[in-house]
């Protein structure tokens, strides 16, 4: 059974045309993260979907009922909906305690007291918030206020549970553990969520499905691997993973493989739009694809090392060819001079 | 909240602001009071106003003081917040407070006050004259009214300038000053040019303001035989013998005339404020810069500035209520008497005054605030037309002075018969009360309300909060403080007004403000300086208790 439908949603702000028909499906239990740019739309859709915005079309159900139709102008208000929503910016709110932030939703549902004690001390206690419930929201870290956001929104077993970048307020650390936290916490509640977020890892690493959104456009929708992996537009290609482009001209066509050539190099790739010969084109292949070689092979380039950055846990080496410019990964530091670059054929996307 | 309640909001405002206004305009065009049978429409009014030679010379002494005091009131206003918020100026942290007290000061006090203090036979130009033998300066004139008008508006811009100087990321100056430039130098290529928005906002205010004066020209333009056009419209009152309405409704109409066009100036300037705003400093802490020797300077400035214009009057009016009587040749210590006071409680309209200031204050004031949060939580994330329509309706009252206002609301209350038994009560004097303070109090309530995260809201309605349950639960807790500082500062208002009671005294809606108006047609000074002390001194111990609670003054 669906959790949530969305079919052909479109909303303008101002005279930006924020969403341009965006239809989605979220399944029970499943956690469908919504990735994208800053101003792809992704916020819109989620507010979209709690009511917090009207859809200018488009329908949305929630496990079958329909909550928003645009065509018989039928909306169902924001708090009538039943969704849990964390927000961006927690919006805990200052004049109440822990305890009674996340109690509200029972109590807003008419719950006896007792209910709501134990209800309320479950949940803090799940989220390891237990010691803190007499507390208010600026006695508290960010990492604190987040699980207070979540306790809020999960106390009231909502049927799917929206996060608005939840990890995004956290120092670098923190969020690192959160990822994995978090996610056990979804899964344990066996509910289903939609996770807006513009950071690829984030999604990669909480979803079990991503949603690509830019400039209000479905990019791609896939399993995290197969968006890493297979990236079917130029889009998706360049915004996951860190990533090489290629400017030049599709030279050569045979099958799926195309020849892509610039100034004074050609390399062979997998073919992946619609291309002629002679076509202008871009390549794209992840920074961690390319590697050196000893010796001259097929689909290599000789390029000379411009710089070397040391980042820690690796080198990025520059090399640069004409108006090439070429980053690389390795393991020790190099010493000047020119180098044979290897391209895998099937790891060179040409769009 | 609701829908309907939102439009009821809306239509309560319309409804108090419109009213008055279009009666006024209703008996412009008639050739006697409303009220007599044989009025009829004619344009007698505008005819006999338009040729009054008085009304000719009250335009152009109105148009003065407004050009002169804006003159006065601009530069020493900026440079006072350059001073307050950018310097190191000794003793900032305690004077910024008293940079506002004459906000709070009844002008009509103040005026006793110069009067009593700086008069022909003030305290200190007869003090001044024992000890050179003249006095060096004249209150009745022109100048002096325009100086003491400038002087007293100073707070208007420093209230404005400095709030834009807060708001300036002090890197602008840091970076003037490494580059070499100095206090001064800062002060006026940088950061004053960086909030000459603010300046024009406040400069259009005070030049607003300088028609709607009223106390000041009252007191001080009189003996010299000065009218300005309010003054002009109160003498017209008492001149004819009998009430001449149509006459005092083309006067007003004449005010509105000039003052409408300049709130809608300042409506236009404030947007283009906003476009400036982007400056946006972090709030972070920074270090103020240097004046050096000129310190010591501009510490004297502000001490002389906060001299005239709250010390020399304040004292002036405390020490004449304490003396039976004063002149050339009296001794100070010889004629000390508390007997102002006791003679005070002998009048029951004097005391009921007393009782009614308080009232309005307190209990009129608190439900003004009830009032302005129910208009400004129907605006408050409404995304309708009805929000611009009560933004425009706010923008009336302000164009209306006071007294113009009491005047619309005495005729209203005349005019309607099921409510003029509420005129004799305390009830008309409220209704006028909160309508010339509306822009004022909405300001108050909308600043509390703009702390307010959008996103606190939406998380109860997710949650399951209807509107108004979110109202209850959300915005008015978060509000809270807010409302109580705008009560305070709503309750100095109130006792402070005085031009608005002026034509709806009577039996019953006497405050002091008022009674000190009609006292001074009659001369009676041991009165009104007593009656001012009590005025003063209710409005410092609220002062004093909103200093104390944090209040900011400078909403």
């Given at each position: 059974?669906?959790?949530?439908?969305?079919?052909?949603?479109?909303?303008?702000?101002?005279?930006?045309?924020?969403?341009?028909?965006?239809?989605?499906?979220?399944?029970?239990?499943?956690?469908?993260?919504?990735?994208?740019?800053?101003?792809?739309?992704?916020?819109?859709?989620?507010?979209?979907?709690?009511?917090?915005?009207?859809?200018?079309?488009?329908?949305?159900?929630?496990?079958?009922?329909?909550?928003?139709?645009?065509?018989?102008?039928?909306?169902?208000?924001?708090?009538?909906?039943?969704?849990?929503?964390?927000?961006?910016?927690?919006?805990?709110?200052?004049?109440?305690?822990?305890?009674?932030?996340?109690?509200?939703?029972?109590?807003?549902?008419?719950?006896?007291?007792?209910?709501?004690?134990?209800?309320?001390?479950?949940?803090?206690?799940?989220?390891?918030?237990?010691?803190?419930?007499?507390?208010?929201?600026?006695?508290?870290?960010?990492?604190?206020?987040?699980?207070?956001?979540?306790?809020?929104?999960?106390?009231?077993?909502?049927?799917?549970?929206?996060?608005?970048?939840?990890?995004?307020?956290?120092?670098?650390?923190?969020?690192?553990?959160?990822?994995?936290?978090?996610?056990?916490?979804?899964?344990?509640?066996?509910?289903?969520?939609?996770?807006?977020?513009?950071?690829?890892?984030?999604?990669?690493?909480?979803?079990?499905?991503?949603?690509?959104?830019?400039?209000?456009?479905?990019?791609?929708?896939?399993?995290?691997?197969?968006?890493?992996?297979?990236?079917?537009?130029?889009?998706?290609?360049?915004?996951?993973?860190?990533?090489?482009?290629?400017?030049?001209?599709?030279?050569?066509?045979?099958?799926?493989?195309?020849?892509?050539?610039?100034?004074?190099?050609?390399?062979?790739?997998?073919?992946?739009?619609?291309?002629?010969?002679?076509?202008?084109?871009?390549?794209?292949?992840?920074?961690?694809?390319?590697?050196?070689?000893?010796?001259?092979?097929?689909?290599?380039?000789?390029?000379?090392?411009?710089?070397?950055?040391?980042?820690?846990?690796?080198?990025?080496?520059?090399?640069?060819?004409?108006?090439?410019?070429?980053?690389?990964?390795?393991?020790?530091?190099?010493?000047?001079?020119?180098?044979?670059?290897?391209?895998?054929?099937?790891?060179?996307?040409?769009? | 909240?609701?829908?309907?309640?939102r439009s009821l909001a809306v239509i309560g405002v319309a409804l108090v602001v419109l009213g008055p206004l279009g009666?006024?305009?209703?008996?412009?065009?008639?050739?006697?009071?409303?009220?007599?049978?044989?009025?009829?429409?004619?344009?007698?009014?505008?005819?006999?106003?338009?040729?009054?030679?008085?009304?000719?010379?009250?335009?152009?002494?109105?148009?003065?003081?407004?050009?002169?005091?804006?003159?006065?009131?601009?530069?020493?206003?900026?440079?006072?917040?350059?001073?307050?918020?950018?310097?190191?100026?000794?003793?900032?942290?305690?004077?910024?407070?008293?940079?506002?007290?004459?906000?709070?000061?009844?002008?009509?006090?103040?005026?006793?006050?110069?009067?009593?203090?700086?008069?022909?036979?003030?305290?200190?130009?007869?003090?001044?004259?024992?000890?050179?033998?003249?006095?060096?300066?004249?209150?009745?004139?022109?100048?002096?009214?325009?100086?003491?008008?400038?002087?007293?508006?100073?707070?208007?811009?420093?209230?404005?300038?400095?709030?834009?100087?807060?708001?300036?990321?002090?890197?602008?100056?840091?970076?003037?000053?490494?580059?070499?430039?100095?206090?001064?130098?800062?002060?006026?290529?940088?950061?004053?040019?960086?909030?000459?928005?603010?300046?024009?906002?406040?400069?259009?205010?005070?030049?607003?303001?300088?028609?709607?004066?009223?106390?000041?020209?009252?007191?001080?333009?009189?003996?010299?035989?000065?009218?300005?056009?309010?003054?002009?419209?109160?003498?017209?009152?008492?001149?004819?013998?009998?009430?001449?309405?149509?006459?005092?409704?083309?006067?007003?109409?004449?005010?509105?005339?000039?003052?409408?066009?300049?709130?809608?100036?300042?409506?236009?300037?404030?947007?283009?404020?906003?476009?400036?705003?982007?400056?946006?400093?972090?709030?972070?802490?920074?270090?103020?810069?240097?004046?050096?020797?000129?310190?010591?300077?501009?510490?004297?400035?502000?001490?002389?500035?906060?001299?005239?214009?709250?010390?020399?009057?304040?004292?002036?009016?405390?020490?004449?209520?304490?003396?039976?009587?004063?002149?050339?040749?009296?001794?100070?210590?010889?004629?000390?008497?508390?007997?102002?006071?006791?003679?005070?409680?002998?009048?029951?309209?004097?005391?009921?005054?007393?009782?009614?200031?308080?009232?309005?204050?307190?209990?009129?004031?608190?439900?003004?605030?009830?009032f302005?949060?129910v208009v400004?939580?129907a605006a408050?994330?409404?995304?309708?037309r009805w929000v611009t329509l009560v933004d425009y309706l706010v923008m009336v009252p302000?164009?209306?002075?006071?007294?113009?206002?009491?005047?619309?609301?005495?005729?209203?209350?005349?005019?309607?018969?099921?409510?003029?038994?509420?005129?004799?009560?305390?009830?008309?004097?409220?209704?006028?009360?909160t309508v010339?303070?509306l822009?004022?109090?909405l300001?108050?309530?909308?600043?509390?309300?703009?702390?307010?995260?959008?996103?606190?809201?939406?998380?109860?309605?997710?949650?399951?909060?209807?509107?108004?349950?979110?109202?209850?639960?959300?915005?008015?807790?978060?509000?809270?403080?807010?409302?109580?500082?705008?009560?305070?500062?709503?309750?100095?208002?109130?006792?402070?007004?005085?031009?608005?009671?002026?034509?709806?005294?009577?039996?019953?809606?006497?405050?002091?403000?008022?009674?000190?108006?009609?006292?001074?047609?009659?001369?009676?000074?041991?009165?009104?300086?007593?009656?001012?002390?009590?005025?003063?001194?209710?409005?410092?111990?609220?002062?004093?208790?909103?200093?104390?609670?944090?209040?900011?003054?400078?909403?």
């Amino acid at each position: 059974m669906l959790d949530l439908v969305a079919e052909k949603i479109e909303k303008q702000l101002g005279s930006a045309q924020v969403l341009c028909g965006v239809s989605f499906e979220l399944h029970q239990q499943e956690i469908l993260a919504l990735l994208g740019p800053s101003g792809s739309g992704k916020t819109t859709l989620l507010r979209s979907v709690a009511g917090l915005e009207r859809p200018d079309a488009g329908k949305i159900e929630l496990r079958g009922k329909v909550v928003f139709d645009a065509a018989s102008g039928f909306e169902v208000p924001a708090e009538q909906r039943g969704l849990g929503l964390v927000f961006q910016s927690y919006a805990i709110w200052p004049h109440r305690t822990v305890f009674e932030n996340v109690a509200y939703g029972l109590r807003l549902r008419h719950k006896a007291e007792t209910e709501i004690r134990q209800r309320v001390g479950e949940v803090l206690e799940r989220l390891g918030l237990g010691p803190l419930k007499d507390r208010y929201a600026h006695q508290l870290s960010g990492g604190q206020q987040q699980r207070v956001a979540l306790a809020r929104a999960l106390v009231y077993n909502p049927p799917v549970l929206l996060l608005d970048e939840p990890l995004s307020n956290l120092d670098a650390k923190l969020r690192e553990d959160a990822r994995a936290w978090l996610r056990e916490i979804i899964k344990q509640t066996e509910t289903s969520a939609l996770y807006v977020t513009h950071d690829q890892t984030e999604a990669l690493a909480i979803a079990d499905r991503i949603l690509v959104l830019d400039a209000g456009r479905i990019q791609q929708e896939g399993a995290p691997e197969q968006i890493y992996a297979h990236p079917v537009t130029q889009f998706t290609a360049d915004f996951m993973g860190s990533n090489n482009r290629f400017e030049g001209k599709v030279t050569e066509i045979s099958g799926a493989r195309a020849r892509l050539a610039g100034e004074d190099w050609s390399l062979w790739g997998e073919l992946r739009a619609e291309k002629n010969a002679g076509a202008a084109a871009t390549g794209v292949i992840r920074v961690e694809r390319l590697r050196l070689s000893d010796s001259e092979g097929p689909n290599q380039l000789r390029m000379k090392l411009k710089s070397v950055l040391y980042l820690g846990e690796r080198w990025e080496y520059l090399f640069y060819l004409g108006d090439l410019r070429i980053r690389l990964w390795g393991e020790q530091r190099l010493p000047e001079g020119e180098y044979w670059i290897s391209v895998p054929e099937k790891s060179l996307w040409i769009f | 909240m609701s829908r309907i309640l939102r439009s009821l909001a809306v239509i309560g405002v319309a409804l108090v602001v419109l009213g008055p206004l279009g009666l006024i305009l209703y008996q412009s065009f008639l050739n006697e009071p409303f009220f007599s049978a044989s009025a009829r429409f004619s344009l007698d009014a505008y005819r006999y106003v338009l040729a009054d030679t008085g009304f000719h010379s009250a335009f152009g002494t109105s148009l003065v003081v407004s050009l002169g005091m804006t003159l006065i009131a601009v530069p020493l206003g900026s440079l006072l917040a350059f001073l307050l918020v950018r310097t190191d100026l000794p003793g900032k942290k305690w004077l910024e407070p008293w940079l506002l007290v004459p906000i709070f000061l009844s002008p009509v006090v103040l005026a006793f006050g110069y009067v009593v203090a700086v008069g022909p036979v003030g305290f200190f130009s007869l003090w001044t004259k024992a000890l050179i033998g003249r006095v060096p300066w004249s209150l009745y004139s022109l100048f002096g009214l325009v100086l003491i008008a400038g002087l007293t508006h100073v707070p208007h811009t420093f209230l404005y300038v400095s709030s834009a100087l807060r708001s300036l990321d002090p890197a602008v100056e840091e970076a003037a000053r490494v580059a070499g430039a100095g206090a001064w130098r800062i002060a006026v290529t940088v950061s004053l040019p960086l909030v000459t928005p603010s300046i024009l906002f406040s400069a259009a205010l005070i030049f607003l303001l300088g028609f709607e004066l009223f106390g000041l020209p009252l007191v001080l333009g009189d003996p010299a035989g000065l009218l300005v056009l309010t003054t002009y419209l109160y003498k017209l009152t008492n001149l004819l013998g009998i009430p001449s309405y149509h006459l005092m409704a083309v006067v007003a109409l004449s005010i509105v005339a000039l003052t409408f066009p300049l709130v809608y100036l300042q409506r236009r300037m404030l947007r283009t404020a906003a476009r400036f705003a982007v400056i946006g400093g972090k709030g972070q802490a920074f270090r103020p810069l240097p004046l050096g020797a000129l310190r010591w300077a501009a510490l004297a400035l502000v001490l002389i500035w906060l001299m005239i214009t709250v010390l020399l009057p304040l004292i002036g009016v405390a020490l004449r209520s304490v003396v039976s009587s004063w002149g050339e040749g009296i001794r100070l210590s010889e004629v000390l008497t508390l007997d102002h006071f006791r003679e005070l409680m002998g009048y029951p309209n004097l005391v009921r005054g007393i009782v009614n200031t308080f009232l309005i204050g307190g209990a009129g004031g608190a439900l003004s605030v009830a009032f302005y949060a129910v208009v400004a939580l129907a605006a408050h994330r409404w995304q309708s037309r009805w929000v611009t329509l009560v933004d425009y309706l706010v923008m009336v009252p302000r164009a209306l002075p006071g007294l113009v206002v009491g005047l619309a609301f005495l005729w209203v209350f005349l005019f309607f018969k099921p409510i003029a038994f509420l005129r004799t009560t305390l009830f008309s004097l409220w209704v006028a009360y909160t309508v010339v303070w509306l822009a004022y109090g909405l300001r108050l309530i909308s600043a509390s309300l703009f702390q307010v995260k959008p996103e606190l809201e939406e998380a109860a309605r997710v949650i399951g909060a209807g509107p108004s349950v979110v109202c209850r639960d959300v915005t008015l807790p978060l509000i809270r403080f807010g409302l109580i500082g705008s009560w305070l500062l709503i309750f100095m208002m109130f006792v402070r007004e005085y031009s608005t009671g002026v034509y709806l005294l009577g039996p019953g809606t006497e405050v002091i403000g008022s009674l000190i108006v009609s006292l001074w047609g009659t001369g009676a000074l041991d009165l009104i300086a007593a009656l001012s002390v009590v005025e003063v001194a209710l409005v410092a111990v609220v002062l004093f208790i909103a200093l104390r609670l944090g209040v900011r003054l400078d909403a």
